[in-house]
């Protein structure tokens, strides 16, 4: 997340939307972003995206960078080389397909592989819609097969605030930015804050880095 001067805005910031194909990466974002509602099936993605929204955090105006991935293993290199200077992500699978929560894991150790493991992530499950008896199959009383505790209990575990959403109905869509949105605001602003006690250290004890230099250059010293 970066600090900038931007009067349309106190931050921006880079985000990516990772999980399998078909989950709904894209149908959220459309939601989210263009107030489009999802009703049949989502073209795949092909390769990477992205998309421009602001989001206000306690009572800062974020300029969320959001980059939709490709859940296909083939443009698995192409997603890890847009991870540069990223702020958050958005973990995401369906509570219809046990496999795509399966496959959260691998994401996270991508992130962990590529130096991205300690930035700020929420899990978000999809198509909360369909959580719901289904009249047509007499075998199956219920479509959902990731229960909400399995799922908050895994994010918890890995660090992540967890979410449940709809692009059909566009029910909690706001909510996953919104709380990344807030973790990544929290984590700048304790940087901030230890820069400041730092500088403020320095200044009143400005010989204070220096005496330590020679006290090590010292013990290194023979008699």
Request: charged content about 30%; overall charge negative.
């Given at each position: 997340?970066?600090?900038?001067?931007?009067?349309?805005?106190?931050?921006?910031?880079?985000?990516?939307?990772?999980?399998?194909?078909?989950?709904?990466k894209t149908s959220m974002l459309k939601c989210y972003c263009n107030n489009q509602y999802t009703?049949?099936?989502?073209?795949?993605?092909?390769?990477?995206?992205?998309?421009?929204?602001?989001?206000?955090?306690?009572?800062?105006?974020?300029?969320?960078?959001?980059?939709?991935?490709?859940?296909?293993?083939?443009?698995?290199?192409?997603?890890?080389?847009?991870?540069?200077?990223?702020?958050?992500?958005?973990?995401?699978?369906?509570?219809?397909?046990?496999?795509?929560?399966?496959?959260?894991?691998?994401?996270?150790?991508?992130?962990?592989?590529?130096?991205?493991?300690?930035?700020?992530?929420?899990?978000?499950?999809?198509?909360?819609?369909?959580?719901?008896?289904?009249?047509?199959?007499?075998?199956?009383?219920?479509?959902?097969?990731?229960?909400?505790?399995?799922?908050?209990?895994?994010?918890?575990?890995?660090?992540?605030?967890?979410?449940e959403v709809s692009a059909r109905n566009g029910k909690n869509i706001e909510q996953p930015f919104?709380?990344?949105?807030?973790?990544?605001?929290?984590?700048?602003?304790?940087?901030?804050?230890?820069?400041?006690?730092?500088?403020?250290?320095?200044?009143?004890?400005?010989?204070?880095?220096?005496?330590?230099?020679?006290?090590?250059?010292?013990?290194?010293?023979?008699?």
């Amino acid at each position: 997340m970066q600090k900038t001067s931007n009067s349309a805005y106190d931050y921006r910031a880079k985000i990516i939307v990772l999980g399998s194909t078909c989950v709904g990466k894209t149908s959220m974002l459309k939601c989210y972003c263009n107030n489009q509602y999802t009703q049949g099936i989502e073209m795949v993605t092909l390769g990477i995206d992205f998309r421009i929204k602001k989001v206000v955090v306690n009572e800062k105006v974020i300029n969320l960078e959001i980059w939709d991935s490709s859940g296909l293993e083939r443009f698995r290199e192409i997603t890890l080389s847009t991870l540069k200077g990223l702020s958050g992500v958005i973990l995401t699978y369906s509570i219809l397909q046990r496999d795509t929560f399966l496959d959260l894991q691998r994401y996270l150790d991508d992130l962990e592989d590529r130096g991205f493991g300690g930035v700020p992530k929420v899990l978000v499950g999809t198509n909360i819609d369909r959580d719901a008896y289904d009249p047509s199959n007499e075998d199956q009383e219920l479509l959902r097969v990731i229960s909400y505790d399995e799922a908050e209990e895994f994010a918890e575990k890995n660090g992540m605030l967890y979410f449940e959403v709809s692009a059909r109905n566009g029910k909690n869509i706001e909510q996953p930015f919104e709380g990344l949105g807030g973790m990544m605001v929290e984590e700048w602003e304790s940087e901030k804050k230890q820069n400041i006690l730092k500088e403020s250290f320095m200044l009143r004890n400005p010989g204070n880095t220096e005496h330590k230099n020679k006290q090590s250059k010292c013990s290194s010293c023979g008699p």
